[in-house]
């Protein structure tokens, strides 16, 4: 149980073209997701927090208009990263939390790698 | 604002014996939890063992160990009879159990490379 996904795993992209990435708790209801980034051998970097049914909460100096976060149902939120840049490449992994166990722990998606070219 | 700090970034152990992961924090609150994942070359996050403040006895998982030290914000991680699987990034996470804009978040230590010779 408890299983987040994450689509796609890998995407290649031109630069100036937009890419999305999807996150999915399989088996529980998540009102709450994360999206972290992460670049090589460094550590999950918070980038904003969405909230199913309102806007999603960004970290200090993540541009809100590049990284759309979009949370429609309780179980999908999604991340388009808009007219990427190849300084946008990197690693990106969202997280939930099923309020359903009382552990406290987040469950992380499979990460999906962009790059952009 | 909470900080979590691992103070080793790459650490290395033969088969079979045991190593120690350092992870310090600073937080003003009182409830929370703490969490050791690993990260394979797979990337995918995967839970080793979790502490909540509230409680003294150091958790365990089997090969996994907690030594936690509140006063001290201290968190380490043993590792025994440690296996080739093991070898992956570590990251010591902190996660806040009070209400507000930051309930969720997990802030993240910079990650420990751990090697597993034969």
């Known amino acids: 149980g408890a299983v987040v996904s994450q689509h796609p795993s890998w995407v290649i992209c031109k630069s100036g073209t937009s890419v999305k990435i999807e996150c999915r708790s399989l088996d529980f209801q998540a009102t709450t997701m994360f999206w972290y980034r992460q670049f090589p051998k460094q550590s999950l970097m918070l980038m904003a927090t969405?909230?199913?049914?309102?806007?999603?909460?960004?970290e200090q100096g993540v541009e809100k208009d590049k990284f759309l976060i979009n949370h429609a149902s309780l179980t999908l939120s999604t991340l388009t990263v808009t007219s990427a840049h190849p300084e946008d490449s990197s690693f990106y992994i969202c997280s939930a939390r099923d309020w359903g166990r009382n552990t406290g722990e987040l469950f992380f998606g499979e990460g999906s790698r962009l790059t952009v070219l | 604002a909470q900080t979590v700090t691992q103070s080793q970034p790459e650490m290395s152990v033969q088969e079979a014996e045991t190593v120690t992961l350092s992870c310090t924090y600073d937080?003003?609150?009182?409830?929370?939890?703490l969490f050791w994942y690993k990260q394979p070359p797979s990337r995918q996050m995967i839970l080793v063992i979790r502490?909540?403040?509230?409680?003294?006895q150091n958790a365990t998982e089997n090969r996994f160990s907690v030594n936690f030290q509140k006063a001290a914000k201290s968190f380490s991680l043993k590792i025994s009879d440690s296996q080739l699987g093991d070898a992956a990034m570590y990251f010591c996470?902190?996660?806040?159990?009070?209400?507000?804009?930051?309930?969720?978040?997990?802030?993240f230590g910079q990650g420990t490379i751990l090697t597993v010779h034969p």
């Open positions: 969405s909230n199913e049914g309102s806007k999603a909460t960004y």
């Open positions: 996470a902190y996660k806040s159990n009070a209400g507000g804009t930051s309930y969720g978040k997990l802030t």
């Open positions: 502490q909540e403040a509230y409680k003294q």
């Open positions: 937080t003003s609150e009182s409830d929370y939890y």
